[in-house]
C-alpha cells in the first residue's frame, strides 16, 4: 500500500472539489486492504473507500477520517464460457473496450460510464439498455466487520434501481476488490439493445444490423456530445436525479406544458421527468456563477470551471432547487454521494 503525502480529496474526485482527509492510502493488490483497515483502526479514523471520485463529492472541510483509494489490477476474459474476472480498480471503460475487443456482449452499451470496476455494483450501474445485475455473477469484498474476504453472489447484492446493498443499509462495510460478470459470445442475430435515443442514432447513421463495436462506438458518441468528459471539465455527471412524481401532479403539469417529456413509469401511478428539461425551461440551462456553470449540453449537469469551492457549488444547486421548486412545485434531489 502507499500512503500519499496530497491530502487534498479534490484530486480524487471528478468535480475537484473537497478539502483534506486525515490520511489517504492506495491499495494494489487484496493483502494491502486488510493492512490499509488495520492502520486506519489503530489511528481511530472512519474509513472510506473510494474508486475514480465520480459519483462522490465531499465539502470544504473534507473527510474526517482516512480515504482508501482502491487501484486493485487484473483482469481475465474467457471468451469460450464468457466470464470475465476484473480488480476493483480496474477502469470500467477499459473493461468494456476489452470485452468488445474479445468478441463478448453484454456491457457494450455501458461505454464511457467513468469509474471503477469496484464500484459499479454499489449504484448497479446502468446506461443506454444495460444494467450491470443484468450480468453479474459474484463479488468478493473485505468484510470490515468480521475482517475477513468473503464472496457475495448476485442475489445477496440485493440490486435494485442504481442502488444495491452496499449503497444504503450497509455502506462502508465492504471493500470490494474483484468481480466476476457473465458476458456472452455475439451471436449471429444480435440486436442492439432496446433504447429509443441508441436505436435513432443507430438508424440515423444507417446501421440497421450494428455490430457490437458499432453499438459501444454510438454511444460513446452520443454521451461525448451531452456529457462533459471528465478529463477535460470537472463534473460528477448528472448533479440531479430525473424526478418521480405522481401521475396526478403530471397531470397538473402537462396542462401547463404539454410539451413536457414524461416517462411513465411501470408501476402505473408514478412518472419520470426530465429533470434537464426542468432546468432549461426554468431558465438556467447555460448559466455561470461562482465558477460552477450549468452545462449547456445537459442541463443536468454541474460543471466546475475554475477550482470552484463546495460553498460555490452549493450555491448554484440552491438556486436550481429553488427556482425549480417556485416553477414546477417539484423538488430536484442531488445524485453523487454527499460528504458534508
Ligand atoms: C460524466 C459522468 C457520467 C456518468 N454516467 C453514468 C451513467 O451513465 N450511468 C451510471 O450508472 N453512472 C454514471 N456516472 C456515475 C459514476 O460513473 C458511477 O457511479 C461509477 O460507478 C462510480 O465509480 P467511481 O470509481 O468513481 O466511484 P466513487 O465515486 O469513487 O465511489 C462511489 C461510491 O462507491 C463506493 N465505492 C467505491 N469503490 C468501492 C469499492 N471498491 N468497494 C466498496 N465501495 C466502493 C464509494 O465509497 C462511494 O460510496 C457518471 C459519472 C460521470 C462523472
Known sequence: MNILDDLSLARYTTMHIGGPAHEIIEVFNESDVPEAVSYARNKNYPLLVIGQGSNLIFSDKGFDGCVVINKISGLSINKISGQVKVGGGVSW????????????????????????????????????????????????????????????????????????????????????????????????????????????????????????????????????EKLPDPSKLASVGSFFKNPIISNNKVDQLLRQYPDMPHFPQKDGAMTKLSGGWLIEKAGLKGIHKNGIWVYEGSALVLVNEHSASFKDLWSMVTLIQSTVSATFGITLEPEPELFV
Open 93 to 224: 471503460h477499459e473493461l468494456v473496450v476489452k470485452t468488445v475487443e474479445a468478441g463478448l456482449i453484454g456491457i457494450e452499451a455501458m461505454a464511457m460510464i467513468p469509474g471503477t470496476c469496484g464500484a459499479t455494483p454499489v449504484n448497479n450501474i446502468g446506461a443506454y439498455g444495460q444494467e450491470l445485475k443484468d450480468v453479474f455473477l459474484s463479488l468478493r469484498a473485505y468484510d470490515t466487520q468480521t475482517n475477513q474476504f468473503i464472496v457475495m453472489k448476485k442475489i445477496e447484492c440485493q440490486f435494485g434501481y442504481r442502488s444495491s446493498r452496499f449503497k444504503d443499509k450497509e455502506h462502508g462495510r465492504y471493500i470490494i476488490t474483484e468481480m466476476t460478470l457473465q458476458l456472452h459470445q455475439t451471436p449471429p442475430a444480435y440486436s442492439a439493445p432496446d433504447y429509443p435515443s441508441l436505436i435513432e442514432r443507430l438508424r440515423g447513421k444507417e446501421l440497421k444490423t450494428p455490430t457490437p463495436r458499432q453499438v459501444m462506438e454510438t454511444v460513446m458518441e452520443i454521451r461525448s
